[in-house]
DNA sequence: GAAATTTGTCTATTGATATAGACAACTATA
DNA sequence: TATAGTTGTCTATATCAATAGACAAATTTC
C-alpha cells in the first residue's frame, strides 16, 4: 500500500489490464490518486506503467464498470468516493456491530441452505463425529446495498435444527444463536489466507473476473468453549481490508 | 479452502491456465490433493475444469516450474511436500518464535537500507512530525532457505540511529530492539489486505508472476504505548497463511 | 511381450491481448 | 473563436491463450 515502485510484468497469465486495474485501485486506497479527482490522463498513465494507451484504456473500463472510475470524454476520468470497508477481526468479531459507523445499513442475507454429512476438517472443527449431519448456510454480508462479504458456515444439525430459519428471519447470526440459547461467543482461531475469486464468489460479490478475495477460516466457540460454529468467509480485497485490534 | 464447487471463469483477465494452477494450489493445501502422491492424470484434471487437456498442461508446467509439482513420463505428476507455513499474527507476533517447530532455520536478511523524510502515513503512525528522518530497511524472511516474507519497515531515524547495522548483523528485529534498551514490545495494530505481487515482491520471494501477496500493515509499540516500528510485510499466498489465536 | 495408461511433442485454428497510428468528439481556456 | 487537452472510435498487425487432434515416449500392468 505504500507507493513502492515496481513495474508490469508481462505473459504472467494474468494480462496487463488487470494489473494495471489492480495497480489504479491501489494507488487509490493508499492515496496516490485522490478520490473525487481526476486521473491523470490516459497517455500520462500509459508512460508510467510502460504500455500502449489501449491497454491503460482497457484497464479504465473494467473498472469503470465495477463503479470505482467514471470517465468524461473531454474533460477526464474521476476517482468515484467508495472507500474501503475496514472490517474488524478478533475475538468479539460481530458482522453488524464490527461496521458500526462506517455504514448505515447492515444485514446478512441467506442465500442457500442444506443439510449435509460433515467432512473431516468440520466435523473436528466442531467436535462431532465425521459423517454426523450439519447444516450449511451460504450466505452473503450487505452493507449500504453493497455485498461485502460471501460466507459459508455449518453448524452440528442436532444442536441447531432449524438455524436457517432463524437466520433467514432475522438476517443475524448472533440473533439466530439466541434462539437456542447462546448469549455470547467467541472467535476461538482465525486462518487467513487470499486467492482468485471463483465463479460463486464474483457472481455473488459483483466482482470483476480475477478479483482477489480475502479468506478467513475460523472456529467459534461458547464462553465454555464449546465450538458451535465453522466459518469460511470471502471479503473482496479491493473493498474491504481486515483490521486486528490488540487486547481483542 | 473447503472444496466447494466452483468452476473457471473465462475473459477476465486471468488465464485458465493460471487460474487452474492456483486451483491446485488450493487443492494441496485444502487436503484435496495429497502430498507425495500422483495428481489425478491430465484428461481427468481437464474434464474437471472443463477445459482443454493442453490448458491443464500449462498450469501443471508453471508449478513444476515453480517447485510444486513434479512431472514423469509414463508415470504421473506428483505433489511435491512444501507445506503452507503458518504464520502466527497476534499482540506478540515475532518472526522468528512464530514459525519454531515449522521449520529449522529461520532469520530475516537485510536487503537495503535508506534514510528519507517521513510521509504523511508514516509520520502519524510513529508519532514524528512528518518530513522527519526515518530509516527505512528492506528486508526479506528466510526459513530453511525459502523465501517466506518480504517486508518495508520504517524506524524513527533520531531514536534509532544505526539500526541497519544491527539487523544486517543479527538478522532479527527483536535482537537489534535489544540495543536500543527495548526489551519487549507488542503489535498495537494490524490491517490485512491482498494485492497481486509487485515485481519487487516476485523476484524477491521468487514467485511466478500473477502470484497473491497477504500484505499486513502494522505498527509496534513499547509496553508504554510509544509507536517504535510501522512495517508493512507481503507474503505469498499460495506459501503461508496467517493465524490468529484467541487471547493474543 | 503386449496392452493400457500417462506424460511429451507437434501442427493447426480461433479468439483474446497488446501495440501502433490516425482521427473524431467533447471540454476548458486563452 | 481558436487552440490545447482529453476521451472515444476505428483500422491494422503481432503475439499470447485456448482448443483440437494425432502420435511419440515412457511406465506399469496383465
Chains 1, 2 share one sequence.
Do not use: C
Amino acid at each position: 500500500m505504500t507507493g513502492l515502485a515496481s513495474s508490469i510484468e508481462r505473459r504472467n497469465g494474468v494480462s496487463l489490464w488487470r494489473q494495471i486495474a489492480d495497480r489504479i485501485l491501489q494507488g487509490i486506497a493508499s492515496g496516490d490518486f485522490a478520490e473525487n479527482a481526476a486521473l491523470p490522463p490516459e497517455v500520462a498513465l500509459a508512460e508510467r506503467y510502460g504500455v500502449n494507451r489501449h491497454t491503460v484504456r482497457s484497464a479504465i473500463a473494467a473498472l469503470v464498470q465495477e463503479g470505482v472510475l467514471r470517465a468524461e470524454q473531454g474533460r477526464g476520468t474521476f476517482v468515484l468516493s467508495r472507500k474501503r470497508l475496514s472490517y474488524p477481526i478478533g475475538a468479539r468479531t460481530r458482522f453488524s456491530t464490527g461496521l458500526q459507523g462506517q455504514t448505515s445499513e447492515r444485514h446478512i442475507a441467506l442465500l442457500s441452505s442444506s443439510t449435509e454429512p460433515a467432512g473431516r476438517r468440520i466435523a473436528e472443527a466442531l467436535g462431532i463425529a465425521k459423517g454426523a449431519a450439519v447444516i450449511r448456510l451460504e450466505t452473503r454480508g450487505e452493507a449500504d446495498g453493497h455485498a461485502v462479504s460471501r460466507a459459508t458456515t455449518w453448524f452440528d444439525a442436532k444442536r441447531f435444527a432449524g438455524i436457517e430459519a432463524a437466520m433467514a428471519e432475522t438476517g443475524s447470526i448472533t440473533a439466530s444463536l439466541k434462539r437456542f440459547g447462546i448469549n455470547d461467543y467467541l472467535r476461538h482461531s482465525t486462518v487467513l489466507s487470499a486467492r482468485h475469486a471463483d465463479a460463486d464468489d464474483l457472481a455473488a460479490l459483483d466482482l470483476q473476473p480475477g478479483a482477489i478475495v480475502l479468506v478467513t477460516v475460523a472456529v467459534n466457540v461458547t464462553l465454555d468453549g464449546e465450538p458451535i460454529q465453522f466459518a469460511e468467509s470471502r471479503f473482496p480485497a479491493e473493498r474491504v481490508e481486515l483490521k486486528l485490534s490488540a487486547g481483542d
